[in-house]
């Protein structure tokens, strides 16, 4: 910027953003100011913002900085934002490790409650199966109970005299239906068990 403010032989290009000036020219300038060395030609894409940077400086009576103090600084502010980048990308990188650490705890509770959901299930359905089976094993004990029941009623009918098939199936039916009558049946003497039956044949 001093080459530009204080050499009448300088001459900035906007468009490439650089100072233009003769090689001899140059070379005078840098014998004076040794931070200048290697500026010739060089693009300062930021020179907008160094202008307002050094306005200000001299604004407010401070030391206005050199063109290369005022580069360091850019690239300082640069390699911050660059830290910056990073710490960013850490915390981004943390982020994610801490969800996908929650995502796979909460498949591992969510897996272990299906299983204690199954095993539960399955329990169930042994005990229900269990029921069924001991309640069929004791229907048909019920069952053949009940055939045997019947055979010795019909058997014990058989042996009285003077009864018809028809009289045997009608006083089987009477009979089993009573519990008291089955005792009867089996407990009375052979002539009163047949006045009974012929009893119970004229029931209606």
């Known amino acids: 910027m001093d080459m530009l403010t204080h050499g009448n032989r ?51 009576g401070k030391g206005a900085m050199s063109v290369v103090d005022i580069l360091e600084e850019l690239d300082q502010g640069k390699a911050s934002n660059d830290i910056g980048v990073d710490d960013l990308e850490a915390e981004v990188d943390a982020s994610r490790t801490n969800t996908v650490a929650s995502t796979l705890s909460r498949m591992k509770c969510s897996s272990q409650s299906h299983r204690k959901i199954a095993k539960n ?33 019909v058997g014990e009918l058989g042996k009285l005299p ?22 009867l049946l089996f407990n009375l003497d052979e002539d009163l068990k047949v006045e009974w039956v012929k009893q119970l044949l004229q029931t209606p």
Do not use: Y
């Open 121 to 153: 299930d399955d329990t169930t359905l042994i005990n229900v199966m269990t029921r069924t089976c001991n309640a069929l094993e004791s229907l048909v004990g019920n069952f053949n109970q009940q055939t045997e029941r019947e055979n010795r009623v």
């Open 162 to 183: 003077n009864l018809s098939r028809l009289d045997i199936l009608k006083l089987s039916q009477i009979i089993m239906n009573d519990s008291m009558k089955v005792k």
């Open 10 to 60: 300088f001459s900035w290009d906007n468009a490439k953003k650089m100072v233009l000036c003769d090689q001899d020219v140059f070379e005078g300038w840098v014998k004076g100011c040794k931070d200048a060395n290697g500026l010739r030609l060089k693009p300062f894409p930021h020179f907008d913002d160094l202008s307002l940077v050094f306005g200000k400086d001299r604004a407010n």
